[in-house]
Protein backbone atom coordinates (compact mmCIF):
# COMPACT_ATOMS: atom_id res chain seq x y z
CA UNK A 1 0.00 0.00 0.00
CA UNK A 2 0.83 3.59 -0.07
CA UNK A 3 1.54 5.56 2.87
CA UNK A 4 2.95 8.86 3.55
CA UNK A 5 3.34 10.13 7.45
CA UNK A 6 3.42 13.12 8.72
CA UNK A 7 2.68 15.42 12.52
CA UNK A 8 -0.84 16.29 12.74
CA UNK A 9 0.15 19.32 14.18
CA UNK A 10 2.91 21.92 14.94
CA UNK A 11 3.53 25.11 17.13
CA UNK A 12 6.27 27.70 16.80
CA UNK A 13 7.85 30.86 17.79
CA UNK A 14 8.38 33.47 14.99
CA UNK A 15 11.72 34.17 14.58
CA UNK A 16 12.51 30.38 15.29
CA UNK A 17 13.41 27.29 13.21
CA UNK A 18 11.14 24.23 13.33
CA UNK A 19 11.15 21.09 10.92
CA UNK A 20 8.61 19.11 9.53
CA UNK A 21 9.24 15.42 8.75
CA UNK A 22 7.42 12.93 6.06
CA UNK A 23 7.94 9.36 6.13
CA UNK A 24 6.85 7.76 3.12
CA UNK A 25 6.63 3.58 2.24
CA UNK A 26 5.14 3.83 -1.42
CA UNK A 27 5.09 1.62 -4.35
CA UNK A 28 8.18 3.14 -6.49
CA UNK A 29 9.62 6.24 -5.61
CA UNK A 30 10.48 8.88 -8.50
CA UNK A 31 10.42 12.24 -6.67
CA UNK A 32 9.37 13.80 -2.82
CA UNK A 33 7.24 17.58 -3.21
CA UNK A 34 6.78 19.89 -0.32
CA UNK A 35 3.73 22.34 -0.86
CA UNK A 36 2.06 24.92 1.53
CA UNK A 37 -1.43 25.27 1.31
CA UNK A 38 -2.99 27.94 3.55
CA UNK A 39 -6.36 27.61 4.57
CA UNK A 40 -9.27 27.30 1.66
CA UNK A 41 -6.32 27.64 -0.88
CA UNK A 42 -4.68 26.13 -3.30
CA UNK A 43 -1.29 24.01 -2.73
CA UNK A 44 1.93 25.89 -3.12
CA UNK A 45 4.56 24.38 -4.96
CA UNK A 46 7.97 24.83 -2.27
CA UNK A 47 10.37 22.38 -3.01
CA UNK A 48 11.41 18.85 -4.69
CA UNK A 49 13.93 16.16 -3.85
CA UNK A 50 14.64 12.98 -6.29
CA UNK A 51 17.99 12.23 -4.86
CA UNK A 52 19.09 12.14 -1.30
CA UNK A 53 20.44 15.35 0.13
CA UNK A 54 19.49 18.43 0.83
CA UNK A 55 17.81 21.52 -1.08
CA UNK A 56 18.10 25.20 -0.31
CA UNK A 57 15.59 27.58 -0.81
CA UNK A 58 15.97 30.95 0.90
CA UNK A 59 14.54 30.59 4.25
CA UNK A 60 13.01 26.77 3.29
CA UNK A 61 15.30 23.84 3.00
CA UNK A 62 14.47 19.90 2.28
CA UNK A 63 16.21 16.68 3.08
CA UNK A 64 15.56 13.41 1.84
CA UNK A 65 16.80 9.86 2.65
CA UNK A 66 15.46 7.17 0.06
CA UNK A 67 16.91 4.60 2.39
CA UNK A 68 15.06 5.51 5.49
CA UNK A 69 11.85 6.49 3.13
CA UNK A 70 12.40 9.79 5.37
CA UNK A 71 12.03 13.68 4.48
CA UNK A 72 12.12 16.82 6.39
CA UNK A 73 11.05 20.56 5.35
CA UNK A 74 13.49 22.90 7.72
CA UNK A 75 11.95 26.32 7.55
CA UNK A 76 13.89 29.17 9.13
CA UNK A 77 13.07 32.43 10.59
CA UNK A 78 9.75 31.94 10.83
CA UNK A 79 7.60 34.98 10.39
CA UNK A 80 3.26 34.76 10.65
CA UNK A 81 2.73 34.19 7.41
CA UNK A 82 4.15 30.91 7.61
CA UNK A 83 1.37 29.55 9.36
CA UNK A 84 0.00 27.42 6.87
CA UNK A 85 -0.24 23.82 6.41
CA UNK A 86 2.51 21.81 4.83
CA UNK A 87 1.80 19.05 2.63
CA UNK A 88 4.42 16.20 1.90
CA UNK A 89 3.56 14.34 -1.39
CA UNK A 90 5.55 11.27 -3.37
CA UNK A 91 5.37 10.67 -6.73
CA UNK A 92 5.87 6.67 -7.27
CA UNK A 93 5.79 4.79 -10.06
CA UNK A 94 3.02 6.93 -11.85
CA UNK A 95 2.74 10.06 -12.60
CA UNK A 96 0.26 11.05 -9.88
CA UNK A 97 1.34 12.80 -6.48
CA UNK A 98 0.12 10.43 -2.94
CA UNK A 99 -0.15 13.28 -0.52
CA UNK A 100 -0.01 13.15 3.02
CA UNK A 101 -2.64 14.57 5.56
CA UNK A 102 -0.52 17.77 6.34
CA UNK A 103 1.16 18.98 9.50
CA UNK A 104 -0.79 22.67 10.65
CA UNK A 105 2.06 24.96 11.67
CA UNK A 106 0.97 27.96 13.79
CA UNK A 107 3.50 30.54 14.55
CA UNK A 108 2.91 32.89 17.53
CA UNK A 109 4.44 35.82 18.10
CA UNK B 1 4.07 34.81 -13.39
CA UNK B 2 1.82 32.37 -15.23
CA UNK B 3 -0.91 30.26 -13.07
CA UNK B 4 -3.27 27.80 -13.17
CA UNK B 5 -7.34 29.29 -13.02
CA UNK B 6 -10.35 27.70 -12.31
CA UNK B 7 -14.31 28.78 -12.72
CA UNK B 8 -16.16 28.96 -10.82
CA UNK B 9 -14.73 29.66 -7.68
CA UNK B 10 -17.77 28.00 -5.75
CA UNK B 11 -20.82 25.92 -7.27
CA UNK B 12 -23.65 24.71 -5.02
CA UNK B 13 -25.82 21.70 -7.19
CA UNK B 14 -28.61 19.79 -5.94
CA UNK B 15 -28.06 15.51 -5.57
CA UNK B 16 -28.20 13.77 -9.21
CA UNK B 17 -27.53 16.98 -11.57
CA UNK B 18 -24.59 17.54 -13.61
CA UNK B 19 -21.91 20.09 -13.11
CA UNK B 20 -19.08 21.17 -15.25
CA UNK B 21 -15.89 22.76 -13.21
CA UNK B 22 -13.27 24.35 -16.03
CA UNK B 23 -9.72 24.95 -15.34
CA UNK B 24 -7.11 26.91 -17.72
CA UNK B 25 -3.72 25.83 -17.35
CA UNK B 26 -0.35 27.44 -17.98
CA UNK B 27 -0.05 27.71 -21.50
CA UNK B 28 3.05 25.93 -22.63
CA UNK B 29 2.15 22.61 -19.84
CA UNK B 30 1.26 19.44 -21.37
CA UNK B 31 0.91 17.08 -18.82
CA UNK B 32 -3.02 18.00 -16.49
CA UNK B 33 -4.39 16.90 -13.28
CA UNK B 34 -7.80 16.79 -11.05
CA UNK B 35 -7.14 16.30 -7.44
CA UNK B 36 -10.36 16.94 -4.91
CA UNK B 37 -10.20 17.19 -1.19
CA UNK B 38 -13.00 17.14 1.04
CA UNK B 39 -13.10 19.21 3.75
CA UNK B 40 -10.44 18.16 7.16
CA UNK B 41 -8.78 15.95 4.51
CA UNK B 42 -5.91 15.18 2.46
CA UNK B 43 -5.78 16.16 -1.24
CA UNK B 44 -6.81 13.05 -3.26
CA UNK B 45 -5.86 12.12 -7.07
CA UNK B 46 -8.67 11.93 -9.39
CA UNK B 47 -7.24 11.78 -12.79
CA UNK B 48 -4.20 12.69 -15.16
CA UNK B 49 -4.37 13.28 -18.61
CA UNK B 50 -1.81 13.87 -21.52
CA UNK B 51 -2.00 13.61 -25.04
CA UNK B 52 -5.49 14.45 -25.10
CA UNK B 53 -6.31 10.56 -23.34
CA UNK B 54 -6.68 9.72 -20.22
CA UNK B 55 -3.15 8.33 -18.86
CA UNK B 56 -4.23 7.36 -15.17
CA UNK B 57 -7.48 7.14 -12.97
CA UNK B 58 -8.03 6.64 -9.21
CA UNK B 59 -10.91 4.41 -7.78
CA UNK B 60 -12.72 7.82 -7.25
CA UNK B 61 -13.12 8.41 -10.57
CA UNK B 62 -16.05 5.96 -11.62
CA UNK B 63 -18.10 6.39 -14.76
CA UNK B 64 -20.02 9.72 -13.05
CA UNK B 65 -16.90 11.43 -13.99
CA UNK B 66 -15.06 12.46 -17.05
CA UNK B 67 -12.22 14.73 -18.50
CA UNK B 68 -12.00 16.65 -21.15
CA UNK B 69 -9.65 18.99 -23.18
CA UNK B 70 -12.09 20.81 -25.88
CA UNK B 71 -9.75 23.34 -27.48
CA UNK B 72 -6.30 24.17 -26.75
CA UNK B 73 -6.59 25.97 -23.57
CA UNK B 74 -9.40 24.64 -21.66
CA UNK B 75 -9.36 21.61 -19.34
CA UNK B 76 -12.57 20.60 -18.00
CA UNK B 77 -14.10 17.80 -14.96
CA UNK B 78 -17.65 16.78 -15.44
CA UNK B 79 -19.72 15.30 -12.51
CA UNK B 80 -22.58 13.52 -14.59
CA UNK B 81 -24.92 12.84 -11.23
CA UNK B 82 -23.49 14.28 -7.98
CA UNK B 83 -23.84 12.33 -4.93
CA UNK B 84 -23.31 14.58 -1.71
CA UNK B 85 -20.29 12.74 -0.99
CA UNK B 86 -18.85 14.86 -3.95
CA UNK B 87 -18.92 17.86 -2.08
CA UNK B 88 -15.16 19.20 -1.69
CA UNK B 89 -12.99 21.44 -2.86
CA UNK B 90 -11.50 20.57 -6.53
CA UNK B 91 -8.14 21.58 -8.12
CA UNK B 92 -6.55 21.41 -11.26
CA UNK B 93 -3.23 21.05 -11.92
CA UNK B 94 -0.91 21.13 -14.21
CA UNK B 95 2.74 20.68 -15.73
CA UNK B 96 5.62 21.22 -18.09
CA UNK B 97 7.73 18.39 -19.85
CA UNK B 98 11.11 19.72 -18.07
CA UNK B 99 10.18 19.01 -14.60
CA UNK B 100 7.94 17.15 -12.52
CA UNK B 101 6.39 20.03 -9.95
CA UNK B 102 3.05 20.30 -10.55
CA UNK B 103 1.19 23.88 -10.14
CA UNK B 104 -2.56 24.17 -8.68
CA UNK B 105 -5.02 26.11 -9.22
CA UNK B 106 -7.36 28.04 -6.48
CA UNK B 107 -9.95 25.14 -6.67
CA UNK B 108 -13.29 25.13 -6.87
CA UNK B 109 -15.79 24.26 -4.14
CA UNK B 110 -18.51 22.01 -4.65
CA UNK B 111 -21.52 21.64 -2.86
CA UNK B 112 -24.04 19.42 -3.23
CA UNK B 113 -27.14 19.39 -1.44
Known amino acids: GQNIDQPTEMTATEGAIVQINCTYQ??????LFWYQQHAGEAPTFLSY????GLEEKGRFSSFLSRSKGYSYLLLKELQMKDSASYLC??????????FGTGTRLQVFP | EPEVTQTPSHQVTQMGQEVILRCVPISNHLYFYWYRQILGQKVEFLVSFYNNEISEKSEIFDDQFSVERPDGSNFTLKIRSTKLEDSAMYFCASRGGGGYEQYFGPGTRLTVT
Open chain 1, 89 to 98: AVRGNTDKLI
Open chain 1, 49 to 52: NVLD
Open chain 1, 26 to 31: TSGFNG
